[in-house]
């Protein structure tokens, strides 16, 4: 019973370098969040997506893209890594009510220097 | 815009006392809170929702208060012991219109032994 699966677990990235962080879900959920947390806050949706084909902006996307070519995978992309992205991230899922509760991956905690 | 926030980022409360977290929502059309627990290092896991039509829901040691006049909501975790030592967040995911999931800030509990 895997859930919301994040890799990597961490990650260090110099400045300018890029990298895909990869989420994928086994609930069949429409609903697929990114999420950032810098130390000591709280989450900050980066992009979301309500089913395969269909994403949209969150409160912090600037920096990241993202792609949702199936239900299960929702890979975020960071082309030119900054020190502002260091952050730990997450992703979650929903299913397709709203009324029902979102299952977060572990996080993966990037560093960039 | 808006939004769903935390009084307080630090609660500290000695094991056996009763715990109360507060969350603040500002959209008055909001139908469903969810209330996450985040231990360290780890992604945030349900604990308990309500909707609107509810004053108050009871679970295992917890209960959330509802108060719909001043858009208002409670956590009250009952005899608070060293495993509750988390951040609490509250979620409105009724925002934009049931598809993101937003966060309040969080509030850090610590349990003095």
């Known amino acids: 019973n895997a859930g919301v699966t994040q890799t990597p677990k961490f990650r260090i990235l110099k400045i300018g370098q890029s990298m895909t962080l990869q989420c994928a879900q086994d609930?069949?959920?429409?609903?697929m969040y990114w999420y950032r947390q810098d130390p000591g806050m709280g989450l900050k949706l980066i992009y979301y997506?309500?089913?395969?084909?269909?994403?949209d902006k969150g409160e912090v996307p600037n920096g990241y893209n993202v792609s949702r070519s199936t239900t299960e995978d929702f890979p975020l992309r960071l082309e030119l890594a900054a020190p502002s992205q260091t952050s730990v991230y997450f992703c979650?899922?929903?299913?397709?009510?709203?009324?029902?509760?979102?299952?977060f991956g572990q996080g993966t905690r990037l560093t960039v220097v | 815009g808006e939004s769903v926030g935390l009084h307080l980022p630090t609660l500290s409360v000695q094991e056996g006392d009763n715990s109360i977290i507060n969350c603040a929502y500002s959209?008055?059309?909001?139908?469903?809170f969810i209330w996450y627990k985040q231990e360290s290092g780890k992604g945030p896991q349900f604990i308990i929702d309500?909707?609107?039509?509810?004053d108050k829901r009871q679970g295992q040691r917890v209960t959330v208060l509802l108060n719909k006049t001043v858009k208002h909501l409670s956590l009250q975790i009952a005899a608070t012991q060293p495993g509750d030592s988390a951040v609490y967040f509250c979620?409105?995911?009724?925002?934009?219109?049931?598809?993101?999931?937003?966060f309040g800030s969080g509030t850090r509990l610590q349990v003095q032994p």
């Open positions: 979650a899922s929903r299913g397709p009510s709203g009324t029902t509760e979102a299952f």
């Open positions: 609930m069949n959920h429409n609903y």
């Open positions: 997506s309500v089913g395969a084909g269909i994403t």
């Open positions: 959209n008055s059309a909001s139908d469903y």
């Open positions: 309500i909707r609107s039509n509810m």
């Open positions: 979620a409105d995911p009724s925002d934009t219109g049931r598809r993101a999931l937003t």
